[in-house]
Nanobody, 114 residues
Framework: QVQLVESGGGLVTAGGSLRLSCAAS????????MGWFRQAPGKQRDLVAS???????TYVDSVKGRFTISRDNTKNTVYLQMNSLEPEDTAVYYC????????WGQGTQVTVSS
């Protein structure tokens, strides 16, 4: 079964930074592109950034230049470094394969105050 465990969220003021981590089960991590998704209250869950198993990255326009996705294949872990955070980044952040499986973790809450 796919297991995804996100961590690293918290409350920061605008302009601050956070680093999210996601530990994934090896069986999916080794063969999959991975993504970070976020869901703000009352909105759908959207892809924020992705990274292929070879390290090719993509970002939505709103986070380009501020967020960096990376992966450690030896630890089955994917990271999201978030800098220059804005109140609009407030959401629950999830990781999953990209495209995502039906299995989602609990996510990690990121709250950015103005």
């Amino acid at each position: 079964q796919v297991q995804l465990v996100e961590s690293g969220g918290g409350l920061v003021t605008a302009g601050g930074s956070l680093r999210l981590s996601c530990a994934a089960s090896r069986i999916i991590f080794s063969f999959s592109a991975m993504g970070w998704f976020r869901q703000a209250p009352g909105k759908q869950r959207d892809l924020v950034a992705s990274i292929s198993k070879f390290g090719i990255t993509t970002y939505v326009d709103s986070v380009k230049g501020r967020f960096t996705i990376s992966r450690d294949n030896t630890k089955n872990t994917v990271y999201l470094q978030m800098n220059s955070l804005e109140p609009e980044d407030t959401a629950v952040y999830y990781c999953n394969t990209h495209p995502p499986t039906r299995n989602w973790g609990q996510g990690t809450q990121v709250t950015v105050s103005s």
